[in-house]
């Protein structure tokens, strides 16, 4: 009988950490406005995800802190790689748009971000049918065909996610293995020196 309790609350806890950000597996995305930072539509205010339903990584960056950007940086690495197959797209929130439009552009370069980026204009909660978690650093969203294929909420995203990151954007490619992280940060490395 005790085994049973302690079975039954660990699960109970499990349930309890399980965090949501952004739309789940199985479920629609739909378009919403940015404004370009950097990449072909720098400057301009568009919708993203109108138009044909390609494969595409939605990067959803909350707040700028040092501890993201290997995870960041390699998830950029390797959309770039895909490019031809999957679109990946940084997309950060932030509530004031002036600041954000001043501070985004040398957030990208200092980065050397090869993805395009944008602004969410929907502010600091994202598009309002997203349901994005504040609590959590970065969402990852990969969506085929309109539908989310996989979903990463994290609080604090790190350089140990990647692989599973990784594995999830290569099925969405096509790709028949994902490449390794220390790979993709050697190829970043050596493209920035």
Known sequence: MVAVVAVAAAAGAQ???????????????????????????????????EGAPAPVCLVFIHQIERSIVPLLTTVDEYGWDTREKMRTQIVFLGADRVMMEQRLPLVAQSLRMMCPVSYSLDGAEGPGNYGLNKRCLMTLVLAKDNRVMANFALIQPGIADAPKVLAEMAKLAGAAAPPEVEKLQQQRRARNQ
Request: without cysteine.
């Open 15 to 49: 349930q309890q950490d399980a965090v949501f950000s952004g739309p789940q597996v199985g479920e629609k995305v739909t378009p919403f406005k940015v404004l370009g930072i950097r990449g072909p539509d720098m400057g301009k205010e568009l919708r993203l995800l």
